[in-house]
Nanobody, 122 residues
Framework: QVPLVESGGGWVQPGGSLRLSCKASRAITSTFNTYIMAWYRQRAGQERELVAEIAPGGPITYAESVKGRFTISRDSSRKTATLQMNSLRPEDTAVYFC?????????????WGQGTQVTVGS
């Protein structure tokens, strides 16, 4: 498995923004370009849920609750996937996990980062 290193979580007031980054620290670029990169989140007492996913070449999927507020992107040269989160709401509070898989692996499986806490509150 390829370690995924996440950064960028923290506390923010409602309406604020945060940017999460996930680096595939040991992947080579050609391999990174075959991976589907995704962000999931897990709220307290709830199951982990997909937030956004970006496939090689750019097909992107967003959860309905974050459409228009969150943007996922990937940078092959840096082997990084980024989640820009704007207009944050208290209900976005969760631990956010980076995920990496190939197309042969079902969604929700593959490699995971350690998680980063995002807290939205006044």
């Amino acid at each position: 498995q390829v370690p995924l290193v996440e950064s960028g979580g923290g506390w923010v007031q409602p309406g604020g923004s945060l940017r999460l980054s996930c680096k595939a620290s040991r992947a080579i670029t050609s391999t990174f370009n075959t991976y589907i990169m995704a962000w999931y989140r897990q709220r307290a007492g709830q199951e982990r849920e997909l937030v956004a996913e970006i496939a090689p070449g750019g097909p992107i999927t967003y959860a309905e609750s974050v459409k228009g507020r969150f943007t996922i992107s990937r940078d092959s040269s840096r082997k990084t996937a980024t989640l820009q989160m704007n207009s944050l709401r208290p209900e976005d509070t969760a631990v956010y996990f980076c995920n990496q898989r190939t197309a042969k692996i079902p969604a929700g499986n593959g490699s995971w980062g350690q998680g980063t806490q995002v807290t939205v509150g006044s």
